[in-house]
C-alpha cells in the first residue's frame, strides 16, 4: 500500500505534467520508462465503475494497489516488485 506522501506526490506530479512546463524532463521520462514496465506486468489490472450511467475504467496495481498512471510519477514510490529501475 502506498503511503500519503507517495500518493500526494503522484497526483501532484500527474496533474504537473498536463500543464506547459510543469513537470522536469528527468521526471517525465522517469515515468514514461515506468508506465512502460507497468503495462506489461500481469500485476495491472482494470476495473469498471458504473457512475451516473458511464462506466468509468480504473488501473491499479494488484500487488500494493497503486493507481496507475499517478504512481509512476511519484519519486519516492518503489515498485513492490522490484521491476522499476533504481
Given at each position: 500500500m502506498p503511503s500519503l506522501k507517495e500518493i500526494a506526490e503522484g497526483w501532484i506530479n500527474y496533474v504537473k505534467d498536463k500543464q506547459p512546463n510543469g513537470l522536469s524532463d528527468e521526471m517525465k521520462?522517469?515515468?514514461?520508462?515506468?508506465?512502460?514496465?507497468?503495462?506489461?506486468?500481469?500485476?495491472?489490472?482494470?476495473?469498471?465503475?458504473?457512475?451516473?450511467?458511464?462506466?468509468?475504467?480504473?488501473?491499479?496495481?494488484?500487488?500494493?494497489?497503486c493507481g496507475f498512471p499517478m504512481m509512476t510519477y511519484s519519486k519516492s514510490k518503489?515498485?513492490?516488485?522490484?521491476?522499476?529501475?533504481q
Open positions: 521520462e522517469m515515468s514514461i520508462e515506468r508506465a512502460k514496465i507497468c503495462k506489461q506486468c500481469p500485476s495491472l489490472t482494470l476495473s469498471e465503475t458504473k457512475f451516473m450511467r458511464k462506466v468509468l475504467y480504473k488501473f491499479k496495481c494488484a500487488e500494493c494497489g518503489k515498485c513492490p516488485k522490484g521491476k522499476w529501475p
